[in-house]
Nanobody, 121 residues
Framework: QVQLVESGGGLVQAGGSLRLSCVASGRTFSGYTMGWFRQAPGKEREFVAGIRWSGDSTVYADSAKGRFTISRDNAKKTVYLQMNSLKPEDTAVYYC??????????????WGQGTQVTVSS
């Protein structure tokens, strides 16, 4: 089992920045592909960004490219999502995710509880 706890969400004006953090506990963290998903009201949960266990391979949704950066610190069992140039359409609950597979979009094994991000116009 892996427990994931997100933090860093909040209210920010359009154009601002936020950094989300996700701390993992339980089984070995470094072996997992980690990622961030989000779910806006009335919409399905969608992939935002993913990072391989080594940290040298990342992937982003088109909506996140150029604005968001995912990173991880295996020693701290933490994955981050730096979000810049935020837009009102980025408003959502952001979920941290962990997967044993190489690609987190193929299936998530563990979810965090989510953290709310609200971007005002």
């Amino acid at each position: 089992q892996v427990q994931l706890v997100e933090s860093g969400g909040g209210l920010v004006q359009a154009g601002g920045s936020l950094r989300l953090s996700c701390v993992a506990s339980g089984r070995t963290f470094s072996g997992y592909t980690m990622g961030w998903f989000r779910q806006a009201p009335g919409k399905e949960r969608e992939f935002v960004a993913g990072i391989r266990w080594s940290g040298d391979s990342t992937v982003y949704a088109d909506s996140a490219k150029g604005r968001f950066t995912i990173s991880r610190d295996n020693a701290k069992k933490t994955v981050y999502l730096q979000m810049n140039s935020l837009k009102p359409e980025d408003t959502a609950v952001y979920y941290c995710a962990a997967a044993l597979s190489i690609s987190i979009t193929r299936g998530v094994d563990f979810w965090g509880q989510g953290t709310q991000v609200t971007v005002s116009s």
